[in-house]
């Protein structure tokens, strides 16, 4: 069953290709973090994550500057080759400084047939005007997915749509919970495509896949693996090279939490089921934690956050994956090391770039950080 | 080079006593038993307009402390403290003067170290604005005011943006100023500021039109120093008085037919994008003039308030007046800011000053503008035939600027400007 994981995360171009001509139904690739994607799916249509793509920028440089986000200069650079022409829609938000400008170069150069824009805002107050606001432009997804489909999304299909999706993050909280139990049980890269397939596939698939691979861990027999227990956290937006979970492994440390987008942020709330669907979702986009510091939230402190989670799931130590030209987790960071070294706990910065920036210069950093931390 | 070109500066002298009156008013303010209010983006009128209040403009600090050359010694200071390089070089400037002040560190020139506010307000065009009120409100307790100002994708989405800004205005921003200062927000100084405000904008408009002339009379450098005055200066009578002695030297200049280049005018007409390089403007002149090349016009600099005919000082709400005035008047900063509008607003810039070519400034640390910069420039090259270029660097971080680069792309572009001519 990791086998159809494995498909999707090794190529997923051209997995959800074969997907699409499969199933006759429409893709529409959502642009990270916070899209409702069960509207979409709601739509009949198949909501896939944008990602880091699987090659070199090159094309792309003639539209974004080197020194932006990893994750837009992939997306504009998968879109200008072409490689992105599977999908009949897209859907960008306004999420920090920079994202909210890839759709112009998108549409000027690789515009798909549907394409939406959404003005998702801060949750700092969760005001009335702001949640007003969000739940206009929900509804404004709504609208436009059904002119472009011709298809009503109800209620109804709205409220299976969040069961479907509620189900999934279940099952993927479920799967953290074991490795929290059992660290080592599975390879940090094969959790990694867990998470990572289950925002390229249709969920009611990857459900079903994984239950079957919680049933087989739950009854398996495991030895306590040997490894300093670490949490992962940071790497907004973009999944981190599996080479870096590799890593981290082959110098005896064992992952046991994260908070990373590609992991628990995906899949940390529920949309409650209520008469009102979207009110729901509008509901889970205001949710405080995990902390986003790219939602604006302030009351409650991120560096608190992860020294309450490092103590509860007994970690030695945080490796800090930070999104290189990522202002929102930039402007953060020296706030949360703070907060670590006051509770004395051990932390290393990795910076990840779209490309891997110097798996040696990395490796040095990730020993020295397991030397820290007492491994030898 | 056959000709020897300079600049005849143009006298703006009197911004200096100005600004620096600015500041250090605000730096005496809590003696006088003010509050202090920091604010960013646009929403600044607001705490402006509370007599109690004292209000810092973020931006124009940073251009204060780079003009100044007083920036690379707190920047430093922010580096010191934790922060990382590629954040906005604004954000580190404001939380490095706090470190400065946190810790007690030496400072060559107090003149950086400002009164910590009681208050902090953003105006989140830049949401990496409100990143550094965020941080701020972290590290020092100060309760911070964010408000969420999208940049509009489509002009038919600006009506509903504008009633979602002014809701926060009005449910989040006035509370907490009229709790913060102790005093019910004073509309009848909006008024009176947005009055005066119209008329000094007025003048600085009659000033614009001796730029659109052939030669020019001033550059865009001559008017990015003046920002101030109507800026956050604004409504102040020595504000008014600067642009009257301005539009006064115009006229002569005009009368005398005295260009802003030496020995009969600009060979090259440039339009400026992105930000000023406040710390950097003399050596980018430098670069430009003995070419014959002066900035002419930039969408940053024209955002100060460039249609003052569009304010009503006398409308029945005034706290959303302004607020129309960002979204749906024919200004419309908030379309204009994105690249949509921005490539719209651009080419209306090119026509009416008469543009040779394009220099669009991308900051390695403010990621507002450079994502649409290359497309923008290749869509007008296409339409109008005016070349641009990219040159890299950053407003007020001198680490970050390479004067080789800008020798090199500068004198591309100029090439390029010759070549079509020929």
């Known amino acids: 069953m990791m086998k159809e994981f494995f498909r999707y995360t090794s190529d997923p171009y051209r997995a959800i290709s074969e997907w699409k001509d499969a199933s006759k139904k429409k893709v529409v690739g959502v642009f990270p973090m916070w899209l409702p994607e069960e509207i979409i799916h709601a739509s009949g249509m198949l909501p896939v994550v944008m990602w880091r793509s699987n090659e070199a920028i090159t094309w792309g440089y003639a539209h974004v500057p080197s020194y932006n986000c990893p994750m837009n200069k992939s997306v504009v650079d998968d879109a200008v080759k072409g490689k992105l022409k599977f999908m009949d829609g897209m859907v960008f938000l306004r999420e920090c400084l920079q994202s909210q400008e890839v759709p112009y170069i998108i549409e000027n150069n690789a515009c798909p047939p549907f394409e939406e824009y959404l003005y998702l805002p801060p949750i700092y107050h969760g005001d009335k005007a702001s949640k007003g606001f969000t739940r206009d432009e929900f509804e404004k997804l709504r609208a436009g997915l059904e002119k472009f489909t011709g298809e009503k999304i109800t209620d109804e299909k709205l409220r299976e749509s969040i069961r479907i999706y509620n189900r999934n993050r279940s099952l993927l909280r479920r799967l953290y919970e074991i490795r929290r139990e059992k660290p080592g049980i599975l390879k940090g890269r094969d959790i990694l495509r867990i998470v990572w397939a289950s925002m390229l596939m249709p969920k009611e698939e990857h459900s079903k896949l994984l239950e079957k691979l919680i049933s087989e861990l739950e009854k398996k027999d495991y030895v306590q693996a040997k490894g300093k227990k670490v949490f992962l956290s940071g790497c907004l937006c973009i999944h981190p090279q599996l080479e870096l979970m590799d890593m981290i492994e082959a110098l005896g440390m064992l992952v046991v939490d994260d908070d990373i987008y590609v992991g628990y942020r995906y899949f940390a709330n529920d949309a409650q089921l209520t008469d009102d669907p979207i009110g729901a979702m509008v509901e889970r986009y205001f949710i405080k934690t995990p902390v986003d510091p790219a939602k604006g939230e302030v009351e409650l402190h991120w560096g608190d956050e992860l020294v309450e989670k490092v103590k509860k799931v007994g970690a030695e130590g945080i490796i800090t994956l930070l999104t290189k030209y990522c202002p929102p987790h930039l402007c953060y960071y020296p706030d949360i090391k703070v907060k670590l070294a006051d509770a004395g706990i051990p932390e290393v910065l990795i910076e990840v770039e779209h490309e891997i920036i110097s798996l040696e210069g990395i490796r040095t950093r990730l020993q020295s950080f397991k030397e820290m931390i007492g491994g030898v | ?422």
């Not at chain 2, 003696?31 to 009128?45: Q, R």
């Not at chain 2, 994708?153 to 921003?173: C, F, G, H, M, S």
């Not at chain 2, 007046?321 to 921005?342: C, F, K, M, Q």
């Not at chain 2, 290359?374 to 990219?390: A, F, N, S």
């Open chain 2, 1 to 422: 080079m056959s000709v020897e070109y300079k600049l005849n500066r143009l006298d703006t002298s009197g911004v200096g006593p100005l600004v620096d009156k600015h500041w250090r008013e605000l730096r005496e303010a809590k003696e006088k038993g003010m509050k202090v209010a920091w604010s960013s983006g646009p929403l600044f009128v607001y705490s402006y307009a509370t007599p109690n209040m004292a209000s810092h403009f973020m931006a124009g600090y940073a251009a204060y402390c780079g003009g100044r050359k007083m920036a690379d010694e707190v920047l430093e200071a922010a580096e010191k403290y934790g922060e990382l390089r590629d954040t906005c070089s604004y954000h580190r400037l404001h939380t490095g003067m706090m470190a400065m002040i946190a810790n007690d560190w030496p400072v060559t020139d107090p003149r950086v170290i400002l009164p910590l506010p009681d208050l902090l307000i953003s105006g989140r065009f830049c949401t990496e604005m409100s990143h550094y009120m965020e941080a701020i409100y972290r590290r020092f307790g100060v309760k911070a005011v964010i408000i969420e100002l999208p940049v509009a994708r489509k002009t038919e989405d600006l009506p509903r943006i504008e009633k979602y800004v002014t809701d926060q205005v009005k449910e989040t921003l006035i509370p907490a100023i009229e709790k913060t200062s102790g005093s019910k927000f004073n509309e009848d100084n909006l008024r009176r500021i947005f009055r005066d405000w119209k008329e000094t904008c007025i003048i600085r408009n009659k000033c614009w039109e001796f730029l659109k002339r052939k030669p020019a009379l001033w550059t865009l450098w001559d008017y990015g120093v003046s920002i101030a005055p109507i800026f956050y200066a604004m409504g102040k009578p020595e504000s008014h008085a600067y642009y009257v002695n301005l539009l006064e030297q115009l006229e002569e200049r005009a009368a005398k037919n005295i260009p802003a280049v030496h020995p009969d005018g600009e060979k090259y007409r440039l339009y400026w994008d992105g930000w000023l390089p406040w710390a950097f403007l003399g050596k980018f002149l430098r670069l430009m003039v003995p070419h014959g090349a002066i900035p002419i016009s930039g969408r940053y600099p024209w955002e100060f308030f460039p249609y003052p005919e569009d304010i009503n000082p006398e409308a029945d709400d005034i706290i959303h007046e302004w607020i129309r005035v960002l979204y749906t008047s024919p200004n419309r900063l908030a379309y204009h800011d994105g690249p949509w509008g921005g490539k719209e607003h651009i080419e209306k810039l090119l026509e009416e000053y008469s543009i040779d070519g394009m220099l669009f400034f991308s900051s390695k640390t403010c990621r507002m503008w450079n994502l649409g910069q290359l497309d923008i420039i290749d869509k007008i090259e296409r339409k109008y035939g005016i070349p641009g270029i990219v040159i890299e660097g950053d407003m007020i971080d001198s680490s970050m600027v390479s004067e080789d680069q800008l020798r090199t792309r500068i004198e591309a572009l100029l090439e390029m400007i010759d070549a079509r001519r020929r």
